[in-house]
């Protein structure tokens, strides 16, 4: 019951459009206790009295009111189904003032369980920074929790200890200190469409640097957020990220939010995509906290967080996905946008040796596609394995130049929006002019991995497919002395003269072979 009310477009949600949101909250770190309102601004689509809001336990909402009414509610675990008392006649905009407090869920490992990271620096002053993928944001604040809807723009305001330093997303607008009460005001604001979880707000000992990218789209503000004792350290390592930018905006195109900016802002946890202000916390280590995930050797060629988190702006936060069951659309992409990093500085070869070298990590344990509409995510396969079900797809349309095309074509189809699965295969599909539909479901719904059976002998060569989905029959390059050719298995036995003494099937394609 509760998963349907946080993962389905339920009645109360349906018949309205979020846009804007100005959150305004009070972080009083001694006391691990927050305080403040949101007032949600939304388009009505058609008339109803009953409007949901999330807010979890064991933060509460004190009170609701629409245009300076009261509203009463009934609350089914973190849903608020608040009755409204104005008329919500289709075309006009509301607004909702909601106020809460409380001491919110503290994260015990994130950014994977998420809520609160209320910690101390080297110098002990207070490290604090909210996450909440999968979780969902209404750990922290009241919100319309599903990610089918964003909010159009967003403003976040702060208050924290005058000492401290609040980042969220966005431009840094105003910074006031109020006279009493030790306390000062951080007031940010995003111009640009944001899924719920991309929010955060980042509180430490913080010092700035910047710098001007020289974008697609022109001059792109890029801000860095770190702590005080490691500007110097910072100032090093960050170098990924001008280098991060080249690369994502040739493969993807132009930078998504240059009116927000590009932000790095450290963390006390590993890190996350949050839009315009991807948190950073890989202790300044090249690869994953310094190991390789492709056991390679090229995972050390780059900063993981910078590059993996950065490049979410593309794959999650501009093209986001409607259900996170649909998550692979944010993972898939980004686990290959790592290897199209390395492509564009180290070459083809030392991709794919990376990308190749991941799949140690594919379980092949649940489908990459989780369940609808009951916020459930599938399986971590999502990363590597949808990573090179990208490269292979990448080997099958045999034009790099297309594939780029393509990619940057996804991110101006879909460019901040919320997107399915389904959108997403039809597009690859006709923009490669391939059928795609078995492939998709061998990798997206199946857990088998396709295996080519083969035998050569008395000048033959013998071939099919075990282990795939109905009318999968992708075709595959071999080598066959060294030279390279084409061969189109399927279900069926297929024979082809074969004089040769060597044969290889191509690394590129993620299929599993066996000679029988
Ligand atoms: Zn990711």
Not at 261 to 286: D, I, R
């Amino acid at each position: 019951m509760q998963d349907t009310l946080r993962g389905s477009i339920t009645p109360e949600r349906e018949w309205w459009d979020l846009t804007y949101y100005d959150l305004n909250i009070k972080v009083q770190p001694d006391k691990k206790y927050i305080a403040g309102y949101n007032v949600v601004h939304y388009k009505v689509l058609k008339s109803h009295n009953i409007i949901q809001i999330d807010l979890q336990e064991p933060l509460e909402i004190t009170a609701i009111s629409q245009d300076n009414e009261d509203l009463d509610y009934n609350k089914i675990g973190p849903a608020y189904f608040i009755i409204l008392k104005k008329k919500q006649v289709p075309g006009e905009y509301n607004e909702l003032y909601i106020q809460y407090a409380g001491k919110p869920k503290e994260a015990v490992n994130a950014p994977w369980d998420g809520g609160f990271s209320w910690k101390k620096d080297k110098n002990g002053k207070d490290f604090i920074a909210t996450s909440c993928q999968g979780l969902g944001a209404s750990v922290w604040w009241p919100n319309k929790d599903h990610m089918y809807d964003e909010v159009d723009s967003m403003r976040i305001a702060i208050d924290v200890p005058k000492d401290l330093i609040a980042v969220a997303n966005g431009r840094l607008r105003d910074t006031h200190e109020y006279e009493y009460g030790g306390f000062k005001l951080y007031e940010w604001f995003v111009s640009n469409p944001i899924n719920n979880y991309g929010v955060n707000v980042n509180i430490g000992d913080y010092v700035n640097f910047s710098e001007v990218y020289q974008g697609e789209k022109g001059p792109l503000d890029m801000d860095y957020w770190v702590l005080s004792y490691n500007l110097e350290i910072a100032k090093k390592q960050f170098k990924d990220a001008p280098k991060m930018m080249k690369a994502f905006e040739h493969w993807f195109g132009p930078y998504p939010f240059y009116e927000d900016s590009f932000k790095l802002v450290e963390v006390p946890y590993l890190g996350m995509e949050h839009q315009s202000s991807v948190t950073y916390g890989n202790k300044y280590l090249n690869g994953y906290l310094g190991s390789d995930l492709s056991r390679t050797g090229w995972g050390l060629k780059f900063d993981f967080i910078i590059i993996h988190e950065a490049g979410h702006e593309w794959f999650a936060n501009s093209i986001t996905n409607k259900d996170i069951a649909d998550m692979w659309i944010h993972e898939s992409f980004t686990n290959y946008s790592e290897n199209l990093f390395l492509d564009y500085y180290y070459g083809k070869e030392a991709s794919a040796d990376y990308v190749i070298g991941c799949r140690a990590n594919i379980q092949n344990d649940r489908p990459i596609i989780g369940y609808y509409n009951v916020n459930h995510e599938g399986s971590s396969d999502m990363y590597y394995k949808g990573a090179n079900m990208l490269h292979t797809l990448r080997q099958l349309i045999e034009n790099d130049e297309l594939w780029r095309q393509i990619l940057r074509g996804l991110n101006t189809e879909f460019y901040h929006q919320t997107v399915t699965t389904k959108q997403i295969e039809d597009y690859l599909s006709e923009k490669t002019n391939k059928n795609l539909t078995a492939f998709f479901n061998q990798y997206l719904r199946d857990i088998r991995i396709p295996t080519l059976e083969y035998t050569i002998k008395n000048g033959e060569l013998k071939f099919r497919y075990i282990d795939i989905v109905k009318d999968f029959d992708m075709p595959i390059e071999v080598e066959i002395d060294g030279k390279t050719e084409w061969i189109f298995p399927s279900s069926e036995w297929k024979t082809k003269p074969f004089e040769g003494k060597d044969f290889k099937i191509d690394r590129d394609y993620y299929i599993y072979s066996k000679e029988i």
